[in-house]
């Protein structure tokens, strides 16, 4: 065989050789971030922000006060239901108490005075019967008593009823629609009273203040978050891991996490391990795996709490 063959096919199998050891040996190691999990307050009302209580880095408890808005709109709702409280509340009372002592005696002079008319239509009705049955009036004439008598006895029909209605009371029917009213209006007024209360937005939660979207006196519109951070005590380590590498790696598994930028570690243990998506966030900076790997995810939990919560956000961290 010629020599001047051989040379270079031994030199290109040794450079193969050499350069596979040596991807070996730099094999990458797996990169992470430091996470926490997320929160954010958004106003349930529509308003101008008026005032913010806190600043970017505060650590709030629940039931501090983030921010006031100002909202016109529910003020004058609030008005208006206030109002027909007031006035349903009145017609609710008039319905429950019924007529007052002034309107019983009028309605009871009124009677009196119905009385006497009919009394003497009866007596003018008895004397034209009589009259005319003498053959002393004619039939016209008598026709008129009879429908005066009528009249008067219909008039003091109606005032007697009148005057029973409103001795009786109010009818239960009347009563209660009236109630009715009132406590619809009172829904409506303890509905505004909790928009109103809104105004104020209120922390849920124990959280650090990451982000502040908003400022004074811009419109902060309902559901947009204004207010954005971490809850305490939830640091965790998220690593992203090929599937050529994933065997490696079981849950329950202790491992060790370095941090580059403190120049510090600390022991941590695999929390859970699942897949990605595509088109899901990962994490290291120089992937090295082929394009049909699948990708999976290391939720790491630290052991020591305390001090993985003096860490950066979304620092890098090496396993």
Not at 209 to 223: C, D, K, N, S, V
Request: aromatic fraction near 8%; charged fraction near 25%; proline fraction near 3%.
């Amino acid at each position: 065989m010629n020599t001047k063959s051989i040379l270079p096919y031994t030199l290109i199998v040794s450079l193969l050789i050499a350069g596979s050891g040596c991807s070996e040996k730099t094999q990458k190691p797996v990169e992470g971030k430091v996470k926490r999990e997320t929160l954010a307050f958004a106003p349930k009302v529509t308003g101008r922000i008026l005032k913010i209580y806190v600043q970017e880095g505060d650590l709030v408890q629940k039931g501090d006060t983030l921010a006031m808005l100002d909202v016109p709109e529910v003020n004058a709702k609030l008005a208006q239901a206030k109002g027909a409280v007031k006035a349903t509340g009145a017609q609710r009372s008039l319905a429950r108490n019924g007529a007052t002592d002034n309107q019983i005696k009028q309605l009871k002079a009124k009677q009196a005075g119905t009385k006497e008319q009919y009394h003497f239509a009866e007596k003018s009705f008895a004397r034209a019967k009589a009259m005319f049955a003498d053959s002393m009036i004619t039939p016209q004439a008598y026709d008129e008593m009879v429908a005066k008598f009528q009249g008067a006895r219909a008039q003091l029909d109606a005032v007697d009823a009148e005057l029973a209605e409103a001795l009786r009371g109010v009818r239960t029917e009347t009563q209660t629609a009236s109630q009715g009213q009132a406590d619809q209006a009172l829904g409506v007024l303890q509905e505004v009273e909790v928009a109103y209360s809104e105004r104020y937005i209120i922390a849920a939660n124990a959280m650090q203040i990451e982000t502040i979207t908003l400022r004074q006196g811009e419109l902060a519109t309902a559901g947009y978050p204004v207010f954005s951070g971490y809850l305490p005590g939830t640091t965790y380590f998220r690593f992203t891991v090929p599937e050529s590498r994933i065997a490696a790696y079981k849950k329950g598994e202790e491992l060790t996490v370095h941090i580059p930028y403190t120049k510090g570690e600390l022991k941590a243990t695999i929390q859970n391990i699942k897949q990605l998506n595509r088109y899901a966030d990962v994490t290291s900076a120089y992937p090295d795996y082929q394009i049909e790997d699948a990708v999976y995810e290391l939720k790491v939990q630290p052991r020591d709490a305390q001090y993985a919560e003096s860490l950066l956000a979304n620092a890098t961290v090496v396993l």
